[in-house]
């Protein structure tokens, strides 16, 4: 079974599962969009825990690597309709309809850490699951 990862649930591998989050998400996928949450945590944690420019750019070139070895998705311009309905109907940001709506069309589980879109999800009728249930359901 193939697996849509958020952003929430990659950016927790590239946190406890470093030396194997390759082989975790090797050939699974994620939307584009990913890119730039995962960045912008990146980013974020960078400004907090005041890392050099050296340190945050070795973080920045594993989640490339790591991003690399999935299948990136792109949100085509036919999907936002039902990604906006989605995101209207279960009060959650366009960011989370959009994998949900992904998730739903292409017949993928989706896995994030994210409570409230886990709850949506079940709500939705998407097969969805957190990152350490990944290696039970392959």
Known sequence: MKFLFDASSIAGILSNARGVAVNI?????TLDLAIYELGNVLWKESRVNKRTES??????GYMMQVLGVMEIQRVQIDDILDIESNAVKFAITFYD????T?????NRILVTEDKQLQKVAKEA?????????????Q
């Open 97 to 100: 309809a959009s994998y949900l």
């Open 102 to 106: 992904i998730a739903k069309k292409c």
């Open 25 to 29: 998400l090797d050939e699974q996928s």
């Open 55 to 60: 340190e945050t750019s070795t973080l920045v």
């Open 125 to 137: 009728k998407v097969d969805c699951i957190r990152a350490e249930e990944v290696n039970s359901r």
